[in-house]
Every structure is written in C-alpha cells, then in structure tokens.
C-alpha cells in the first residue's frame, strides 16, 4: 500500500510535469486517456484523483484538437 506522502509526491510531480509542458502558454488542451479534452485547470484535478485510486500517471507532449498540448495517461502499478 502506497502511504500518503508517497502518493502525494507522486501527483506534486505529475502537476510538475505538466507545468513544464504548459510552460508560459495559454489556453493549452490536455487530452485525457477516455477521450475528454480538458483545460490545464482540470486536467490537474484529473491527475491527482487518479493517483488517490492507486494508478500510475504521465503526462507528455502531444497534439490536442491540431495544435501542441497535452497527453495524459494513467496505468496500474505492477
């Protein structure tokens, strides 16, 4: 089992992430693994309600709706 402090650096750094992507851009898009296309703003809230269920996160570079965005993922711990 995963104690909280653990879990929280987990989506401190997914937000870290993400900001370094985002960088000084506005109005940037982040793709979620279900189809959903999401402002930063939510996708933050995505990432860390998926890390408190226990999942793996990661967020990359990708293209969102033709233009640089957002890719996030997530995956069960093996």
Do not use: H
């Amino acid at each position: 089992m995963v104690i909280n402090s653990e879990t929280e650096m987990r989506w401190i750094e997914a937000w870290s992430d993400l900001f370094d992507i985002v960088a000084d851009r506005y109005d940037v898009q982040c793709l979620l693994p279900d189809g959903q296309i999401v402002n930063v703003e939510t996708c933050q809230g995505w990432l860390q309600d998926a890390v408190y269920k226990g999942f793996l996160v990661e967020v990359r570079p990708g293209w969102v709706l033709g233009r640089r965005g957002v890719v996030a993922s997530k995956s069960l711990p093996v």
